[in-house]
């Protein structure tokens, strides 16, 4: 099971970019990754999302905007942010699926960071 530490949200001004990093504390070779995001009295919804095997997708809000890698020697899963708009403002939660030797989907959240676009 592991553990999910997001990092680099802040306060950017439309047309900026940002980009937010997610540190696994154990390997995530196996696992799909995604970034969430949940705007203040909205739901949680998915942001974009890559598989072990690299395949990616994203929200048609982001689409050709928004780029998400991971980098399985770093344990790292990182979503770049281009041409952001204020509706981008939310925090953003870094998601890990894995499905366990018995065929359980295993689920971990990050604990969030804030981003803020804003003129």
């Known amino acids: 099971q592991v553990q999910l530490v997001e990092s680099g949200g802040g306060l950017v001004q439309p047309g900026g970019s940002l980009r937010l990093s997610c540190a696994a504390s154990?390997?995530?070779?196996?696992?799909?990754m995604g970034w969430y995001r949940q705007a203040p009295g909205k739901e949680r919804e998915l942001v974009a999302a890559?598989?072990?095997?690299?395949?990616?997708n994203y929200a048609d809000s982001v689409k050709g905007r928004f780029t998400i890698s991971r980098d399985n020697t770093k344990n790292t899963v990182y979503l770049q942010m281009n041409s952001l708009k204020p509706e981008d403002t939310a925090v953003y939660y870094c998601?890990?699926?894995?499905?366990?030797?018995?065929?359980?989907?295993?689920?971990?959240w990050g604990q969030g960071t804030l981003v803020t676009v804003s003129s």
């Open positions: 998601n890990s699926r894995v499905i366990d030797y018995m065929a359980r989907v295993r689920e971990v």
């Open positions: 154990g390997s995530i070779f196996s696992n799909t």
């Open positions: 890559i598989t072990s095997g690299g395949r990616t």
